[in-house]
């Protein structure tokens, strides 16, 4: 099946990876609309000056069958961006957000009234929980569970083989590894992946879930302090304070550019092979929080060092590295090392002006409400 340009949906198309994927979409000739609530923990300012004056702009919620009604008037591909994310106490709020809208989305759909020919939906590295591992007690990769509270308290931070108790080593994360997901975020990000593959076929409408690694890059909000590593470390560095790094700061995570993450968005849209199917988009390549952190302080020129905490998140995961090979076969790989992603990431915050810096009220609420321990 060729693909035609056409008018695609956004929701989520203020916020970090839609609005590159708005850009993206209409430099390739495609008509736009924008469905987004501008959450004021996000978008305090309001509707930020990114938003293509090209696009068609709705500032509505998923979760309102109105306003997801008059967003998928006359679109033909829904790229569904939109998403409560982070460690916050707000339970309830990831699967309102999460599954809910979705799960309003294809209500809607379920109608019959609208033409949608195919749906990518962000998904996320989260429904792993922890990551895959070799040990030499077995030729097949090992799955540990979530880490134990326990041996956490007691700075016991790697994950010990789940069959004979010994030391692991890391190893590629692929889409058939089983999803252990424990923490809120997680567990609705899970559910919103299967209830769209799920409810696309009932609707005959093909699906395309993406898990995404961790995504950094411009645009990424400087006043959520609870989700985006990347903005949360440069608002404290810029501000001569010593980013916090949990546990040893020796864990490991799978960082992505937002370009690629766009591209990735728009790749399996066009190619008629990528449907009903699930793909991580990620990068394949380990960076511990340590050296990020110090990457981001290199780049700004400040001479902080990372804060070693010896804290902890219950849920975080010790090492998670995606396996790209499933999408890589198809023609798409993630081409931007972190280096120069991050030198973008800095530059556009350093153009920003003097920025606040939001993490230290937040690390006390999270204290409170126990998401933080130590």
């Known amino acids: 099946m060729t693909f035609f340009k056409g008018k695609a949906l956004v929701t989520g198309g203020a916020g970090l990876i839609g609005s590159h994927l708005t850009d993206l979409l209409i430099e390739r000739g495609y008509q736009v609309k924008i469905l987004d609530n501008l959450e004021p923990q996000t978008h305090p300012q309001g509707k930020p000056a990114w938003v293509p004056k090209e696009a068609e702009f709705i500032q509505g919620d998923v979760r309102c069958r109105q306003d997801m009604e008059k967003a998928l008037d006359g679109v033909r591909f829904v790229f569904h961006q939109a998403a409560f994310g982070g460690f916050t106490p707000e339970f309830s709020k990831y699967f ?9 989305l294809f209500e ?12 990518v939906v962000a998904s996320s590295l989260a429904v792993y929980a922890e990551g895959a591992y070799h040990c030499g007690c077995r030729e097949n990769l090992v799955f540990p569970p979530v880490r134990a509270l326990e041996p956490l308290k007691r700075k016991i931070w790697e ?16 889409e058939c590894k089983p999803r252990e997901a424990e923490t809120p975020y997680a567990l609705s990000k899970e559910f919103e992946e299967r209830m769209s593959l799920s409810a696309g076929k009932q609707l005959n409408i093909p699906v395309v879930a993406l898990r995404y690694g961790v995504t950094y890059g411009p645009r990424q909000s400087l006043f959520n302090p609870y989700t985006g590593v990347a903005s949360i470390f440069s608002t404290r560095i810029l501000n001569q304070l010593s980013p916090l790094l949990y546990e040893d700061g020796e864990q490991t995570r799978d960082f992505v550019y937002v370009k690629d993450v766009a591209e990735a968005n728009l790749f399996v849209m066009e190619n008629p092979s990528a449907a009903n199917v699930v793909f991580n988009v990620a990068t394949g390549r380990p960076t511990s929080i340590s050296d990020f952190a110090e ?13 070693i905490s010896g804290q902890f998140r219950w849920g975080d995961v010790r090492h998670i590295v995606l396996n790209t090979e499933k999408l890589a076969k198809l023609g ?5 090392p972190l280096r120069e992603g991050l030198g973008h990431f800095a530059a556009w915050i350093t153009a920003q002006g003097p920025v606040q810096e939001f993490f230290s009220k937040a690390y006390d609420h999270l204290k409170q409400n126990r998401l933080i321990y130590g």
């Open 332 to 336: 798409f790989k993630a081409r931007t």
């Open 108 to 119: 809607v759909l379920g109608t019959g009234k609208y033409a949608v020919e195919k749906i």
């Open 159 to 174: 994950p010990l083989c789940p069959h004979c108790q010994a030391e692991l080593t890391p190893a590629l994360t692929d």
């Open 96 to 104: 309102d957000v999460n599954v809910g809208g979705t799960a309003r």
């Open 295 to 307: 990457e981001l302080i290199r780049l700004y020129g400040k001479t902080v060092k990372p804060e």
